[in-house]
């Protein structure tokens, strides 16, 4: 295997891999029980496989904008900048600082220390999310790589304990495949694919691989495999101590006690360094996405200019009304993300249609001197 491929699927993993994401299947697993088999197979579905066939689609048009401008030429610029805006500043840049605070909330008082903490972690999201052309080198060597570590050192002491399996939840009693995938449709990740291929592409660039659009797909494979894994890790620990776990109410809980279960006090700062990780990771990817499309929308403002509007919009809403803007964002999503899966399907037929006719989905890009 290519190394530079298997660093930009590392970065592309860390990307994806956020707080929401390191919940679900923890919640999934104790919930399920016994059928955390077919919850897990689910969940996978609209977790990994609907987010990296996105990458894959929106990879032969050259970018989503490309891709939705398609099928009409307005709705792609209208379209990019709404989901940009809420997955961005509104909604998932600043609940990666109030997830990542929450989880030290035992160490840290809520206040003007809190508030502190929060500028403190955008500082360095914005620091990471400077050169985004290196994120591969940041995410893919270093961070992502840890993240995996850390996550596998959590899940280990739960892999070797005898199993005490609970019988499955009402809500994943009848239909437990389908339960799986309206969680893991809950991750949303699918319109964080359509953004993210900003960045990646431009870590491919920077990497000179010659065929970037294969080298992505490569990419996407190996970020898809392992999403797969470690929600599959974390579902099956959650599964084993499903009888103890199933009265917690989030995977956060589930998670803070198998830290305690495996390595003590310890296990508290450990699940905390995870959260801050992965959390950290996807702030720096949404701040790179969000400034990197914003910069080419509105050539007037530099790419460094935007990354400083959108890191004090995140930390300011993430101090002050993160709650009330999830109030009204998450019906928001909920109507987008049907939206983003029929404007794939519609773009895939126009694909294979435009191939079959000899007319171009894309025009061809210039060559780079």
């Known amino acids: ?25 923890p919640y999934l697993g104790a919930q399920a029980g016994s059928a955390a088999g077919w919850a897990l197979a689910g969940m996978l579905v609209t977790a990994v ?48 600082a109030s997830t990542a605070a929450e989880m030290w909330s035992w160490l840290i008082e809520p206040g003007f220390i809190t508030w502190i903490c929060i500028f403190v972690f955008f500082g360095i999201a914005a620091i990471m999310a400077s050169h985004p052309g ?11 790589v840890v993240l995996i570590g850390l996550i596998l050192f959590l899940c280990i002491p739960m892999l070797f304990k005898p199993a005490s399996v609970a019988a499955p939840a009402e809500a994943f009693a009848r239909h437990p495949f389908f339960k799986g995938l309206n969680e893991g449709y809950q991750t949303m990740d699918i319109l964080a694919a359509f953004c993210f291929g900003i960045i990646i592409t431009l ?17 996407s494979v190996i970020a898809g495999v392992l999403l797969a894994a470690i929600y599959t890790l974390l579902g099956i620990c959650a599964m084993r101590e499903s009888t103890l776990f199933q009265s917690e109410t989030n995977g956060a809980q589930i998670l803070s006690q ?8 310890f296990g508290r700062i450990l699940c905390g360094l995870i959260f801050l ?45 993160l709650n009330s803007v999830l109030s009204w964002s998450g019906k928001v ?14 773009s895939l037929i126009l694909y294979f249609h435009d191939k079959k006719t000899g007319h171009p989905s894309v025009p061809a890009r210039p060559v780079e001197k």
């Open 1 to 25: 295997m290519n190394k530079k491929i298997l660093i930009i699927g590392i970065t592309l993993f860390s990307m994806f891999f956020g707080a929401g994401n390191l919940i679900f299947a």
């Open 203 to 219: 870590n491919i660039r920077q990497e000179k691989i010659a065929n970037e659009k294969k080298a992505l797909l490569q990419a």
């Open 258 to 265: 198998a830290g305690s279960i495996g390595y003590g006090s």
């Open 277 to 321: 990780i992965a959390c950290l990771n996807v702030c720096a990817s949404l701040l790179a996405c969000t400034s990197e499309y914003f910069s080419e929308l509105v050539p007037g403002l530099s790419y460094r200019a935007w990354l400083l509007l959108f890191t004090a919009a995140g930390a300011i809403v993430a101090c002050t009304g």
């Open 333 to 346: 999503l909920s109507l987008i993300c049907p939206l983003a899966i029929l404007i794939l399907l519609v």
């Open 134 to 144: 290196k994120l591969k080198d940041i995410l893919g060597k270093v961070l992502g």
């Open 49 to 96: 496989v609907m987010p990296i066939c996105a990458v894959c689609i929106i990879s032969l048009f050259d970018n989503a904008q490309a891709m939705i401008s398609r099928i009409w030429k307005p709705l792609g610029p209208i379209f990019m900048t709404v989901v940009y805006l809420l997955i961005g500043p509104c909604i998932a840049i600043p609940r990666t």
